[in-house]
């Protein structure tokens, strides 16, 4: 059975300091990869997506995750994080229907 | 314009009562979801349609009922609340089945006293 694994429960940081949260999956076969964010009270926002290609991707708000299929990972950076990015994060892979999520990593940044 | 919207926001009921949630996209899509966010915040596919065909039903109780009266709504029904439905309830839309993006709603908070 696929599975999500998010390695930090709740990552706290000052502002302009660098992001970098893990993701770790698995499944046996060609997986789909995203990051979603959900900021306080709000929906779920779709961050970045790899589906195939270059293993460096590049999402809205200076986001970008690596995908290392040797390593089952997809981890989420950010160079310098803003006070505007504390909000909820999200993994999730697709290997078939549908998304399984990884259980989040709350995000605190301090201004 | 609001690509996935649902009603109503917030639900506030007793146990024992039946209630509905309305999911509409306006995105053209052929597949619609339904997730549950628990307390801890831990997302989890409950149902999935395909151009109003069920193909993903997780292990839901059969309180919960998903009706898709075409390809843009979805919507979820659940008898005889429970404490324990209480939860977000997000509905997504995708355009095909496998590889494509899931856009998902502002999500519908229900608290069962």
């Known amino acids: 059975a696929q599975s999500v694994s998010q390695h930090n429960h709740h990552v706290i940081l000052s502002e302009a300091a660098s992001l970098e949260l893990g993701c770790n999956y698995s499944?046996?076969?060609?997986?789909?990869l995203f990051w979603y964010v959900q900021y306080p009270g709000q929906h779920l926002q779709l961050l970045l997506k790899?589906?195939?290609?270059?293993?460096l991707v590049k999402g809205i708000k200076g986001f970008e995750a690596e995908f290392i299929k040797s390593k089952f990972s997809f981890n989420l950076r950010k160079p310098s994080v803003q006070w505007s990015d504390t909000a909820e994060y999200f993994c999730?892979?697709?290997?078939?229907?549908?998304?399984?999520f990884g259980k989040g990593t709350t995000l605190s940044v301090s201004s | 314009d609001t690509a996935v919207s649902q009603t109503p926001k917030y639900l506030v009921t007793q146990m024992g009562n039946d209630k509905s949630i309305k999911c509409e996209q306006n995105l053209g899509h052929d597949t619609m979801y339904w997730y549950k966010q628990d307390s801890k915040k831990f997302l989890k596919i409950m149902f999935s349609y395909n151009n109003k065909e069920l193909i993903i039903n997780e292990t839901v109780p059969n309180r919960f009922s998903p009706k898709s009266p075409d390809k843009a709504h979805l919507n979820l029904h659940i008898n005889s609340l429970e404490l324990g439905d209480s939860a977000v309830y997000f509905c997504a839309s995708s355009q095909g089945i496998t590889t494509d993006t899931q856009y998902f709603g502002p999500g519908t908070r229900l608290t069962v006293l």
């Open positions: 999730a892979v697709k290997g078939g229907t549908a998304l399984i």
């Open positions: 790899y589906f195939s290609g270059d293993p």
């Open positions: 499944y046996g076969g060609t997986v789909n």
